[in-house]
Nanobody, 126 residues
Framework: QLQLVESGGDLVQPGGSLKLSCTASGFTLNSYAIGWFRQAPGKEREGVSC????????KYVDSVKGRFTISRDNAKNTVYLQMNSLKPEDTAVYYC???????????????????WGKGTLVTVSS
C-alpha cells in the first residue's frame, strides 16, 4: 500500500525553525517529483515548494523564498522541508504530494499529484 507520512509539525514562536519530513512506504521515491503544500484555515491549499527526481530542480512560492529549503534523501525514502524565520502566516497544515515522472528527472510542479499524505500541523504563534 502506497503511503506518505508527514511529521515534524509543532507549535513554534515567530522567528523559529522547524524541519518537516515526508516518508514514503510501499514504494520508492526515486522516480517521483515531490511537492510540499499547505492549507491554512479558511484558505485553499497552495503549493509551497517542490523538488525534481534529480533533486537539482527546486521551486518555491514567493512568500517562502529565502526561508524554506526542500531536500530529498532517496536512501531514506524521505523528503524534507527546512523552515526558518517562521511567521504567523506560515501557520497551516502541511502536506506532501508526489508525482510519478517517468523519463524526466528535471521537472517539478504543483499539479496533478498522484498521492498525498495526511498532513502535519505547523502553528507559528507567540
Amino acid at each position: 500500500q502506497l503511503q506518505l507520512v508527514e511529521s515534524g509539525g509543532d507549535l513554534v514562536q515567530p522567528g523559529g525553525s522547524l524541519k518537516l519530513s515526508c516518508t514514503a512506504s510501499g514504494f520508492t521515491l526515486n522516480s517521483y517529483a515531490i511537492g510540499w503544500f499547505r492549507q491554512a484555515p479558511g484558505k485553499e491549499r497552495e503549493g509551497v515548494s517542490c523538488i525534481s527526481v534529480s533533486g537539482v530542480i527546486t521551486k518555491y512560492v514567493d512568500s517562502v523564498k529565502g526561508r524554506f529549503t526542500i531536500s530529498r534523501d532517496n536512501a531514506k525514502n524521505t523528503v524534507y522541508l527546512q523552515m526558518n524565520s517562521l511567521k504567523p502566516e506560515d501557520t497551516a497544515v502541511y502536506y506532501c504530494g508526489v508525482k510519478l515522472l517517468r523519463g524526466t528527472r528535471w521537472y517539478c510542479g504543483f499539479d496533478d499529484m498522484d498521492s498525498w499524505g495526511k498532513g502535519t500541523l505547523v502553528t507559528v504563534s507567540s
